[in-house]
């Protein structure tokens, strides 16, 4: 079995600034990708970033980048130079290549203020 | 954007009714799965697909049946509708095993009264 854990129910963070959402995860599988997903208030589901649990560099994708810390098993997502726009619901997600299910986090609210 | 489309996108029913979503792909890509979203609980997966007629249960599979008999249609089915199903629906596709990156429908919000 795999789960996700996210300890911030919501953030507030002043634009400009760099936030960092918090992402632990619980797996026996050795052989895993853990997943950012970024939901808007329109409702859609975007995907934002992803980190395999052999790759050595932690990921990165434009703004974002992946704190990937195996031994403490916690995968941050890190937003640079937060923006408005990056307001919404932030998602983290594990799935074990064994079992090929993907699973979800209860999400951060990030709200972006001006 | 990834070809996805979920129907109906809003559905109001009475308890004790069967409802059935479609998610319909033009990818082609051959994994699918639907997914609820309710506060607090984040996305739990309910069912998914890993190929034509090869389906398989998520965590809350209970109530809920699927079925996958073309590459590009998966249909999710409430035999009896109970109020505990109110919630939004997602269907999502990914290309392969080794590639999880899903991309989701827009999503269905279902109301069982």
């Known amino acids: 079995a795999q789960k996700i854990t996210q300890t911030q129910p919501g953030m507030f963070v002043q634009e400009k600034e760099a936030v960092t959402l918090d992402c632990t995860y619980d797996?026996?599988?050795?052989?895993?990708?853990l997943f950012w997903y970024k939901q808007p208030s329109s409702g859609e589901m975007i995907f934002l970033i992803y980190?395999?649990?052999?790759?050595?560099q932690n990921a990165t994708e434009g703004r974002y980048s992946l704190n990937f810390q195996k031994a403490r098993k916690s995968a941050n997502l890190v937003i640079s130079a937060s923006q408005l726009g990056d307001s919404a619901m932030y998602f983290c997600?594990?799935?074990?290549?064994?079992?090929?299910?993907?699973?979800f986090g209860t999400g951060t609210r990030l709200t972006i203020i001006p | 954007d990834a070809g996805i489309t979920q129907s109906p996108r809003h559905k109001v029913t009475e308890t004790g009714t069967p409802v059935t979503l479609r998610c319909h792909q033009t990818?082609?890509?051959?994994?699918m799965y639907w997914y609820r979203q309710d506060p607090g609980h984040g996305l739990r997966l309910i069912h998914y697909?890993?190929?034509?007629?090869?389906?398989d249960k998520g965590e809350v599979s209970d109530g809920y049946s699927v079925s996958r008999s073309k590459t590009e249609d998966f249909l999710l089915t409430l035999e009896s509708a109970t109020s505990s199903q109110t919630s939004v629906y997602f269907c999502?596709?990914?290309?392969?095993?080794?590639?999880?990156?899903?991309?989701f429908g827009s999503g269905t919000q279902l109301s069982v009264l």
């Open positions: 999502a596709i990914s290309e392969s095993k080794g590639n999880q990156k899903l991309f």
């Open positions: 797996t026996s599988d050795p052989s895993y990708g």
């Open positions: 980190q395999g649990s052999y790759d050595q």
């Open positions: 997600a594990i799935v074990n290549f064994g079992n090929e299910k993907l699973t």
């Open positions: 990818e082609n890509h051959r994994y």
């Open positions: 697909s890993y190929g034509v007629k090869d389906t």
